[in-house]
C-alpha cells in the first residue's frame, strides 16, 4: 500500500516563492509517475504537473507553465512543486498523487494513490 504525505503549504503573498513537498512511502518509487493536482474552493480538481518516474520527463498545466517546477528525488522518495510568481488563484488545496500507469497521466483518473493535502493560500 503506497502512502503520500505533503506537507510546505502555508499562507504566502502575491508573488512569493513557496516549495511543497510529498513524500512516497510502500512501493518502489521510481516504478511511479508523480503527479500535483490541486482544488479550489468551489471548483474541480484540476491538474498542475506530473514527473515521469525516472524524473526525464516532466508536463505542466498552461496556468502554471513556466512559474511551477516539478522535481523528484528517487533517493529520498520525494516530489517536490516550486512555485514561484505565486498569483491569488493559485490558492488551494494542493495534492500529490501516484500513478503506476506510466504514461505520465494528466487525468485524475490515472492516478492510483492520493496523498491527504496541503493547503496553500495566497494573500494580497
Known amino acids: 500500500q503506497v502512502t503520500l504525505v505533503e506537507s510546505g503549504g502555508r499562507l504566502v503573498h502575491i508573488g512569493d516563492s513557496l516549495n511543497i513537498s510529498c513524500a512516497f512511502s510502500?512501493?518502489?518509487?521510481?516504478?511511479?509517475?508523480m503527479g500535483w493536482f490541486r482544488q479550489a474552493p468551489g471548483k474541480e480538481r484540476e491538474f498542475v504537473a506530473v514527473i515521469r518516474g525516472r524524473g526525464d520527463y516532466s508536463y505542466y498545466s498552461g496556468a502554471v507553465k513556466g512559474r511551477f517546477t516539478i522535481s523528484r528525488d528517487n533517493a529520498k522518495n520525494t516530489v517536490n512543486l516550486q512555485m514561484n510568481s505565486l498569483k491569488l488563484e493559485d490558492t488551494a488545496v494542493y495534492y500529490c498523487a501516484a500513478s503506476s500507469f506510466g504514461n505520465s497521466p494528466r487525468r485524475s483518473d490515472g492516478y492510483d494513490y492520493w496523498g491527504q493535502g496541503t493547503q496553500v493560500t495566497v494573500s494580497s
Open positions: 510502500g512501493r518502489i518509487f521510481s516504478s511511479f509517475a
